[in-house]
């Protein structure tokens, strides 16, 4: 009997537990910074070496610094499996404690924005996300530095035409993208510069069922006959394509992709036949520099990092990214402990740092990381920066930087996204809008 | 009229005035088809003779083929990696006959179907806690298979055949005659087709449920790693392959689920069919895309005058 | 002793068609709707109700719709999912279209249309039987999931093609949207759940639910003694899409807030599914203790090694989840492939006997 009674306590106490852990009390000196990753599911590939940089950078912050000034970063991995559905949870989840969300999903990022005003927590989606929430007038809570989607295809297109949209009129522009609010993301800004500029686009949808079957797509490509391919494509999408685009004999160098398409992983299952491949990047990888060196030494070494080194995933692209990514975050972090002079920063005061930094030249000089990351500042009304991006192409091993930095035409760009956000506050009355009077 | 036309006239016309582009999706199709088929029969093996409708064939199909890429990324020669892969198919065959379905014999239909969506859910995060989630390059070469591709120019055109989807058509041609030869002429192929026909009658002659059922397990589990093979050597390897499962059960329905040769035609023949439609209707007419139902569609329309399917063995299932 | 039915006589027919015959059954309903009506509300937390409450409530009602057509009336469907997606896209059409529309009418309404639909794809059902059925309606899994895809109106040509919930108010009160409370959220589905809940136990103790039962049991014999097979297969089409709808039409509008395609494809009728089996076939309880277990096995597997101090990487978390609920599934079939409202069957006969079983 009394046996009987202390496995029904202990079932109590265990069926209790969950219940009482999502206010767990936080350190007193720490800050947590949730990522809402996947390391698991058809998205895996690509998400795995973005997430295990964002890690190893906060890593060695917290071994080489011992945290930032003295505040040690909590990260925490909540996994999704690019699922809507458990994204939310997981937000849901971790909304008392964090001091940030980064959603790493379009679709989950279209759930949580519009509980980030009621919340009040801000919502870093870096080079994702919607390319409106550029618009910090509307989207108060929202950032996507350094560049934006729209920022993106612009850039593509403007690297492809030599630099004059108008060398375009008459061509046609196959847009392959991931049948998800991600990849559907540029059409907008693509069909309206095709307009002006006189060339087709054919928006070609790849559902997440045929990302390795993409034949059908590839077929369609043939008989287009399109000049130039752009793909916004994603996870075990990118790899599916560029070997079809190698069956298929579809010239490499007119085949570019968007940032997330440029993963080293993708274009090493057909090597050299995968020569001639570009992608834009708003990153650029490189092993030397004083921060990778950091995060080799304290990290990697160290033994503390998930990488799989035997495949080079540190010299990798995505790898790489991720780190930037942290860095962006982190230095977002520390504006605001500078400005409101504290140390352990609440969501609200690292809202006001994420709209305030400043990463120019030498600033990234002194973080280590001059070169992988071109230099941009956000403002109030602008959570984006524009930081511009490299074309970086495939040479049969690796990728490397084939343009200078290239710059988005703003004009036909907030024009759109001052329309998109106007639609998006008024579809979703009442929308609370800042006048960005500071 | 001008619907009319677009759907009636205009896409036989393109047929006609680009025939190489024709050609090339035929065999397009016919290659998906290939694949369809060897799943179709997967699934129709086992239902044939435990009545169970097998959801794990799917990731049946991941895992033989992970676990060959695993074993060889771990050191392993591929051509070792190959004979121990498919001891794993007949350590889990085993396993799946001991734990899953001996304690459900005779239960419904359905009980059995929800323990196979149970095993799907299993083997997905065994494999990818073994494993990992990431893509992985199949190891085509190592295996031997060619990579390169055929190229004609008929009509002034041009057609390109991979040597790899060669290989994965005759592949599969001997993998269905060996298995044919197996079911029709040895002692234990007769006693699955027994068991198949009739439990009672099998069992009281003294066939051996259990003997069989790993045995069919087994070779489904060989037919997936044949499958694996060839449909990682086009996209690489991940949990992404799963959904092709689903591609599998329109075939069933259109080639009734316990025909072979069913199973064998209507893989063809939705390969072939979905693709045409695809490129030729889909495309330019629906938005594309129309591959993810036109199968269900074709298989949905054909059992609404023909309910055993079109190589129904008998009038089974029929209101 | 608890459970005690001696002396509860029956003394009329009515008393004896009551809901409830046993005395003891409605107070058990009773300390639980006391429960889900004063307690959680008083004690759950934001991540309780959005985690825990609200989709225990809204998959048990997505399960019961599905437990009508394949528990009461033996029609297999893996197209669930997408009738939810028809209700969905169904309310929200009505509300952008009539935006002075009461929300509940909306819903009411939305029910209709999937419904409709589901009617359409139950017509195979006149023809072929059993899995043959069963695949048949992943067509209509599979073709609607692309109709929300492709179909731009749909979403009011939104460009990320993606359903978003404005804010909704009904009597001054917001219910559903970003700026509604998660305990307005919870009220609104749990009187609807259990009105739905209400309609269903009566239908299915009625004339219509023993039309069905008997199409189940034996359709010939059915057909024999003069049922319309056509008519009750339909009619259960009908009525389980139309609960499926409605429940469609809560999970986006009171719980997700946005949703895109992908959402409603086969997964989600998967997990229905599950819920429905593991909970018992042919049991209006069984709904709910099966959406317990799923809904809430994620979530103690996700805490529980935290809570106790053990520190494992969240992508093993989401793989051993993956596995053991896949153990689960494998390991309650083999159990009580009755599924868990035989369980509490079981224990309910033996509260009655208690404590001379013999």
Redesign the interface.
């Known amino acids: 009997m009394r046996a009987l009674y202390k496995a029904t306590l202990l079932s109590a106490v265990l069926a209790a537990a969950p219940l009482a852990l999502p206010g767990a009390a936080q350190a007193e000196d720490s800050v947590v910074l949730p990522n809402l990753s996947y390391r698991t599911g058809p998205f895996a590939a690509t998400g795995i070496p973005l997430m295990n940089g964002q890690r190893d950078y906060i890593a060695m912050i917290n071994a080489r610094d011992g945290g930032l000034n003295g505040v040690k970063l909590d990260y925490q991995e909540c996994e999704t499996g690019y699922d809507t559905a458990k994204g939310v949870e997981c937000y849901e989840k971790l909304k008392s404690s964090s001091a940030v969300t980064q959603p790493w999903s379009t679709g989950i990022t279209l759930q949580v924005l519009p509980k980030t005003n009621v919340d009040k927590i801000p919502l870093l989606a870096p080079g994702y996300g919607f390319s409106a929430m550029q618009d910090g007038k509307t989207f108060q809570w929202a950032y996507n530095p350094p560049a934006s989607y729209w920022d993106g295809a612009d850039m593509i297109l403007k690297n492809i035409s030599g630099g004059n949209l108008d060398s375009l009129k008459g061509k046609k522009i196959v847009l392959l993208h991931l049948d998800a609010p991600y990849g559907k993301e540029p059409i907008p800004l693509l069909e309206n510069l095709g307009q002006k500029h006189g060339f087709t686009v054919v928006p070609i949808p790849v559902g997440v069922k045929e990302m390795q079957n993409q034949s059908a797509q590839w077929l369609q490509i043939r008989r287009e006959k399109p000049d130039f391919v752009l793909m916004w494509g994603w996870g075990a999408m990118n790899a599916g394509a560029i070997t079809e685009a190698v069956k298929t004999k579809y010239p490499m160098d007119q085949f570019v992709g968007i940032w997330w398409s440029g993963f080293d992983g993708d274009l090493k299952l057909v090597g050299d036949q995968g020569k001639g491949y570009r992608s834009i990047s708003w990153s650029y990888p490189n092993s030397e520099a004083p921060v990778m060196k950091d995060i080799k030494k304290y990290v990697v070494d160290a033994g503390q990092s998930l990488i799989n080194q035997a495949e080079g995933e540190f010299d990798s692209v995505f790898y790489q990214r991720g780190a930037m990514i942290s860095m962006i975050l982190v230095e977002g972090l520390r504006v605001a402990q500078d400005h409101f002079n504290t140390k352990v920063v609440s969501a609200d005061q690292l809202r006001w740092g994420l709209e305030n930094m400043k990463l120019d030249d030498a600033r990234l000089k002194a973080l280590g990381a001059e070169g992988m990351l071109p230099p941009f500042a956000t403002t109030c009304a602008d959570h984006t920066g524009h930081s511009g991006a490299w074309m970086l192409q495939w040479n049969g091993t690796k990728f490397e930087k084939s343009s200078d930095l290239l710059q988005a035409d703003r004009g036909e760009i907030d024009g759109l996204v001052e329309k998109a956000a106007k639609d998006y506050a008024a579809a979703n009355q009442p929308w609370p809008a800042s006048e960005c009077k500071m | 009229m001008e619907l009319a036309y677009s759907i009636l006239v205009q896409p036989f016309a393109d047929m006609v005035g680009?025939p190489d582009?024709l050609i090339?999706?035929v065999w397009?199709g016919l290659?998906?088809g290939v694949l369809y088929a060897l799943i179709a029969l997967g699934f129709v093996l086992i239902y044939k003779s435990s009545r169970i409708?097998n959801f794990a064939q799917g990731i049946m199909v991941v895992f033989a083929a992970l676990t060959l890429v695993g074993l060889h990324e771990r050191g392993v020669p591929a051509l070792l990696a190959l004979p121990l892969t498919l001891l794993v198919m007949l350590a889990l065959a085993v396993a799946i006959e001991r734990?899953?379905l001996r304690?459900?014999v005779n239960?419904?239909?359905?009980?059995l179907?929800?323990?196979t969506?149970?095993?799907?859910?299993?083997?997905?995060?065994?494999g990818?806690?073994i494993f990992?989630?990431?893509?992985k390059?199949m190891i085509t070469s190592e295996l031997g298979i060619p990579t390169g591709?055929f190229e004609f120019e008929p009509f002034g055109g041009f057609v390109?055949i991979?040597q790899g989807d060669v290989t994965t058509v005759v592949g599969a041609i001997v993998l269905v005659v060996a298995l044919l030869a197996f079911l029709n002429r040895s002692k234990m192929g007769r006693a699955i087709r027994a068991l198949g026909d009739d439990h009672q009658a099998a069992l009281s002659v003294g066939i051996s449920l259990s003997t069989i059922w790993v045995l069919v397990w087994f070779i489904a589990g060989v037919i997936a790693l044949a499958t694996g093979i060839v449909?990682g050597a086009?996209?690489?390897v991940?949990?992404?392959?799963e959904?092709?499962a689903?591609k599998a059960?329109?075939v069933?329905?259109l080639g009734g689920?316990e025909s072979v040769t069913g199973a064998i035609v209507g893989g063809l023949m939705i390969g072939i069919l979905e693709?045409l439609f695809?490129?030729y209707w889909g495309?330019p007419l629906?938005?594309?895309?129309?591959?993810?139902?036109f199968a269900?569609?074709l298989?949905?329309l054909v059992?609404?005058f023909r309910?055993q399917?079109l190589f129904g063995e008998k009038i089974i299932?029929?209101? | 002793m608890l459970y005690r039915i001696a002396g509860q006589y029956k003394t009329s027919y009515a008393a004896d068609h009551a809901l409830f015959p046993v005395r003891q059954d409605a107070w058990l309903l009773g300390v639980i709707l006391l429960f889900a009506f004063v307690v959680f509300p008083l004690t759950a937390s934001d991540f309780t109700y959005q985690a825990l409450l609200i989709p225990v409530l809204i998959y048990s009602l997505a399960a019961l719709g599905l437990n009508i057509l394949t528990g009461y009336a033996g029609q297999l469907s893996l197209g669930t999912g997408a009738f939810m997606g028809v209700g969905a896209y169904a309310c929200y059409k009505l509300v952008s279209l009539f935006p002075e529309m009461n929300l509940l009418v909306a819903i009411a309404l939305s029910g209709f249309f999937s419904a409709a639909v589901g009617v359409a794809f139950g017509l195979p059902s006149l023809r072929i039987k059993g899995f043959y059925l069963a695949i048949a309606t992943l067509a209509a899994q599979f073709f609607l999931v692309w109709l929300f895809q492709k179909w731009r109106w749909l979403t009011n040509d939104n460009a990320s093609v993606a359903i978003q919930v404005p804010n909704i108010d009904m009597f001054g009160i917001t219910v559903a949207g970003p700026n509604a409370r998660s305990i307005t959220q919870y009220f609104f589905v749990l009187c609807v759940v259990c009105l739905m809940t209400w309609l269903s136990i009566n239908i299915t103790r009625g004339r219509i639910g023993r039309i069905w039962k008997s199409v189940r049991d034996m359709d010939i014999a059915a057909e024999l003694v003069g049922i319309n097979l056509m008519k009750a297969k339909l009619s259960a089409f009908f009525v389980s899409s139309y609960i499926v709808g409605v429940a469609g039409a809560l999970f986006v509008f009171l719980w997700r807030g946005a949703a895109e395609a992908n959402l409603f494809d086969i997964p989600l009728s998967f997990r229905v599914l599950f819920i429905a089996i593991i909970g018992g076939l042919g049991s209006i309880l069984g709904n709910y203790l099966g959406a317990i277990l799923i809904v809430a096995l994620p979530v103690i597997i996700n805490t529980v090694p935290a809570a106790i101090g053990i520190t494992i990487s969240p992508s093993m978390v989401e793989h051993l989840n993956t596995m053991s609920i896949g153990a689960l599934i494998i390991g309650f079939l083999i159990v009580e492939p009755a599924g868990l409202a035989r369980f509490w069957a079981v224990i309910r006969e033996k509260l009655i006997l208690w404590p001379f079983p013999h």
């Open positions: 680009a582009f090339q999706v397009e290659v998906s409708f734990v899953v304690p459900l239960q419904p239909d359905i009980i179907f929800m323990a969506i149970g095993i799907t859910l299993f083997l997905v995060g065994f990818e806690l990992g989630g990431e893509n390059r591709s390109s991979e449909w086009r996209a690489g991940s949990f992404a392959l959904v092709i689903y059960l329109p069933l329905m689920l693709k695809e490129i495309q629906l938005g594309g895309n129309t591959e993810a139902w269900y569609m298989a949905l059992l609404l309910p399917g299932e029929r209101v």
